[in-house]
């Protein structure tokens, strides 16, 4: 604990001031807040912030880092504290160096004078250009807390959306991967040895025999070209993904896609619904914020569809007939916005059509999640069985009993 000096004003005006102990600054704050206090500065004896434990810069900043120092900014600018002395709390409470010096370079700007919009645009590897917007329209309303606040949901719901999606992608790839490794082993392992034990003439194996094992031969002469070619064709797909033309011809191929499709739909329209709802809410102007949207979306067809709606909004046209057409959005899109615009309630009802389309995601997690346990029950079998039934057949064929 280190020795903090501090100055605040009580119920009836009068200054006051203290030393006390602290763990931080923060735990201070809040102590003398509880007692009716206006914090007016916190410093410790000697000056300097007590600092929280160091980790040298070896641990990477996460998303979760940048919306729990959001959040930490945003109560503490509205119980009282300057912008500077939170910023310089959030700084010496920071778990991470990296975001520590993150919140110190921003005390220095604000000290020079820089708004904190400003200053925040100079680390765009942590904060995104929404959460500068968001930021500088709370400076210009009075609102900096709420805006803060904002910018905190709209990370925890970027990072949550995310991480659903990287959760309903995981069960299709478990599937192919389990599937793919049981068919290699058995490829590489089992069928050379079942050969082993029906030495004799080929022509007396049963068809399915015959078969597996020529399947077995193709493999292993050809194995290492297959590999190639699939070391080719994945480089071939990052690096078509990577150009505009080929992320579209790809991103269109994946709407058109039955099951990865409607994934797609919900993931684009939940990103863009939510960004333009807190938008708006915020204050930002429709014709700011689908540029900040369009950036939001990952999905290009989406983006792009953002873009003609931003070019017929610019002139004069209603939003939802912009967004009509667009094959990457839900169809439920322009007849919500439609109704939003007639209301003037258009950021509640993006809201309520962003919340529509997370619940979809989740239900279909759950659905995948439901019928991941017996598709990969009856891939591995179906191959197992197979090779199974092609020995037996054999050994029968030796035998005598099957031809």
């Known amino acids: 604990m280190a020795r903090f000096r501090w100055k605040a004003r009580d119920r009836a005006g009068a200054d006051v001031e203290g030393l006390e102990r602290a763990t931080s600054e923060f735990e201070l704050g809040a102590n003398l807040r509880s007692r009716g206090l206006l914090v007016l500065s916190i410093e410790t004896e000697q000056g300097s912030a007590a600092r929280g434990p160091r980790d040298f810069g070896l641990l990477p900043v996460r998303s979760i880092d940048v919306e729990r120092s959001l959040r930490q900014l945003s109560l503490l600018v509205r119980s009282g504290l300057s912008l500077l002395q939170a910023l310089r709390i959030v700084a010496d409470t920071a778990t991470r160096d990296a975001l520590r010096n993150v919140y110190e370079d921003l005390a220095l700007r604000i000290e020079r004078g820089e708004p904190l919009s400003e200053a925040l645009r100079s680390k765009p590897r942590y904060l995104p250009p929404l959460v500068c917007e968001l930021v500088s329209a709370g400076e210009a309303t009075g609102t900096l807390d709420l805006a ?101 011809g790809i991103d269109r191929a994946l709407l058109a896609t039955p099951a990865l499709g409607g994934l797609s739909r919900i993931v684009s329209t939940s990103y863009f619904t939510r960004t333009l709802g807190i938008c708006l809410s915020s204050g930002l102007h429709l014709l700011k914020a689908l540029p900040l949207s369009q950036a939001v979306v990952s999905n290009s067809i989406a983006a792009d569809g953002v873009g003609t709606a931003l070019v017929r909004v610019t002139r004069g046209e209603p939003l939802a007939e912009s967004l009509e057409g667009c094959p990457a959005f839900s169809r439920l899109v322009p007849s ?22 997370e619940a979809e995601l989740a239900a279909w997690i759950r659905r995948a999640s439901q019928l991941i346990e017996p598709v990969i029950t009856l891939a591995i079998g179906a191959i197992v069985g197979f090779v199974y039934i092609a020995f037996f057949l054999a050994m029968f064929a030796a035998a005598g009993g099957v031809r």
């Open 336 to 357: 919500m916005v439609a109704v939003g615009e007639a209301s003037g309630e258009l950021d509640r009802v993006l809201h309520e059509l962003a919340e529509h389309h």
């Open 148 to 248: 803060l606040r904002r910018s905190a949901e709209f990370l925890e719901r970027r990072r949550v959306l995310r991480s659903s999606v990287l959760q309903a992608l995981y069960y299709p790839t478990l599937v192919l991967t389990l599937t793919t490794g049981v068919a290699a082993f058995l490829v590489i392992e089992v069928i050379p040895t079942l050969e082993t034990l029906l030495r004799g003439s080929r022509e007396g194996l049963p068809a399915v025999t015959r078969a597996l094992l020529d399947v077995s031969h193709f493999v292993h002469t050809w194995a290492l070209q297959l590999g190639m070619g699939l070391v080719f064709a994945l480089a071939l797909f990052v690096v078509a993904y990577r150009t505009p033309a080929g992320r579209r």
